[in-house]
């Protein structure tokens, strides 16, 4: 039902038609009624009657998270907010979250993506969808409910945590799909066996995963464990959250719905486009969101395209996996931290504790851990271990309460920690993509 072979199969010149007449219209709402924009865009010389076509978005300056960080909370909107009917949030990376309004269409729009993506990959009315992405602030939970209600499927809101009940709820109620992050998958098979069960006894037969980086051995892993179909599925935040782009039964790279976001490649030191198939930074502007529309967003996600035809006949443009960030964002356990918000944390906490600090991230059990050593100053006054239990202790929930999620702290003495000779080495990270 919500495969739209109209809508998902245009034709190039079709397509092209309708991504230059939304964008032309993107560009006079924001212009009209986004500040920072109506600046940027004076600034760059451009007016909305310059842009005539999709071919004239080169004209047109791109969006930084740090545009969204400079009009915190609300500066971005385009729509009064008696018409914002949704906030959601990210991590920024400096403490302040990168913030967005959805308005009812654009609640509607976004659905339609993530439905788009379950019926692609074999979702039907009568399917049971197990979501275990995260409920809040974070998007996969609400985004994947939304798509999966609209498609008519029988939602399970279970959100992320409590792996034994999210497995007693799989086994119980039969879920044939499932969404949750790639690495909480492998995590929750391996749970299944170690209960003594296997995938013969659940009824699961696709699930969609996403929100972090993962690999074709991943989903071979996973595939094999939980015995259902994985495919891979990509959003942000900033853009609308999952359902940017999903893969189809071919599992040939993710089709972005383009009839609503328009991609483009960028060579990041030239911030030139680049032509299909090259890799480079990942942009998007949405083409007809109306409570936060985006314009040239620079995703920091590094990429390719695809546009060869895909057996599905979808004609979305695909997006291959992506190889990494070109900023320093760590995606642990599916959400997103940036190494300034541990900083600012471990300044903050306390001052017998000095500013070097190294993270190591890891994959253990198929779960991402994090260990952060900080070192003590040495003109620190210390008389009892007590005073360090509790320093820790103190250092360990600030950390938690700036990013989200728990991390194992480690004091080290004073010079432990190896100091670069240029550029500090802040972060290791052990796991393989
Ligand atoms: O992660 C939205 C989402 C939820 C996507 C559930 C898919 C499933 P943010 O928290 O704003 O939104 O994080 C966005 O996560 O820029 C990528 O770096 C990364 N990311 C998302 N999906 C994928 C994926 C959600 N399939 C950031 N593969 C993005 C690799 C992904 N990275």
Same mark, same amino acid.
């Given at each position: 039902m919500f495969y739209e072979p109209k809508q998902e199969c245009l034709s190039n010149n079709e397509k092209r038609a309708l991504q230059s007449e939304r964008l032309i219209d993107t560009v006079k709402r924001v212009y009209e009624n986004v500040a920072p924009y109506r600046a940027k865009m004076d600034q760059a010389g451009v007016k909305p009657s310059d842009i005539r076509g999709i071919e004239d978005i080169v004209k047109l300056p791109f969006t930084t998270k740090k545009d969204l960080r400079e009009n915190y909370p609300f500066g971005m909107f385009a729509s009064p907010q008696k018409d914002i009917i949704r906030i959601h949030a990210s991590s920024g990376t400096t403490g302040k979250l990168t913030v967005v309004g959805y308005s009812k269409a654009d609640i509607d729009l976004w659905a339609r993506c993530c439905a788009r993506g379950l019926a692609a990959v074999g979702a039907t009315q009568e399917s049971v969808l197990h979501v275990a992405y995260g409920y809040g602030l974070f998007t996969g939970g609400l985004g994947m409910h939304y798509g999966g209600e609209l498609m008519g499927l029988t939602v +399970?809101? +279970? !959100? !992320?945590?409590?792996t034994a009940r999210q497995l007693t709820l799989l086994k119980d109620f039969k879920a044939d799909g499932i969404c949750c992050t790639p690495s909480y998958a492998v995590f929750l098979a391996d749970e299944l066996i170690k209960a003594g069960f296997s995938a013969k006894d659940l009824n699961l037969k696709w699930g969609l995963f996403g929100a972090e980086p993962w690999t074709d051995e991943m989903r071979r892993e996973i595939e094999e464990k939980l015995g259902l179909k994985a495919y891979d599925i990509y959003g942000l935040s900033e853009i609308s959250g999952p359902g940017v782009a999903s893969e189809c039964e071919f599992q040939r790279g993710s089709h972005i719905w383009d009839d609503y976001f328009y991609p483009e490649i960028i060579d990041i030191d030239t911030l030139q486009p680049l032509p299909i198939g090259e890799r480079g930074e990942l942009v998007f502007t949405t083409l007809t969101k109306e409570g936060m529309p985006l314009i040239r967003y620079r995703t920091r996600d590094i990429t390719a395209l695809d546009d060869s035809p895909c057996p599905c006949g979808r004609t979305g443009v695909r997006l291959n996996r992506i190889k990494g960030r070109s900023d320093d964002m760590l995606i642990i356990r599916g959400v997103n931290v940036f190494p300034s918000q541990i900083e600012s944390a471990i300044i903050n906490s306390?001052?017998?504790? !000095?500013?070097h600090y190294h993270i190591v991230v890891d994959r253990i059990n198929n779960l991402d851990t994090m260990e952060i050593m900080v070192e003590l100053r040495d003109d620190a006054q210390i008389d009892q271990i007590k005073e360090i239990e509790d320093i820790k202790k103190k250092l360990t929930s600030d950390i938690t309460s700036a990013i989200g999620i728990s991390a194992n702290v480690r004091l080290v003495s004073g010079g432990s920690i190896t100091r670069s000779e240029g550029k500090a080495k802040r972060v290791t990270d052990n796991r393989k993509y």
């Open positions: +399970v809101p +279970v !959100s !992320s945590g409590n306390d001052e017998r504790i !000095s500013t």
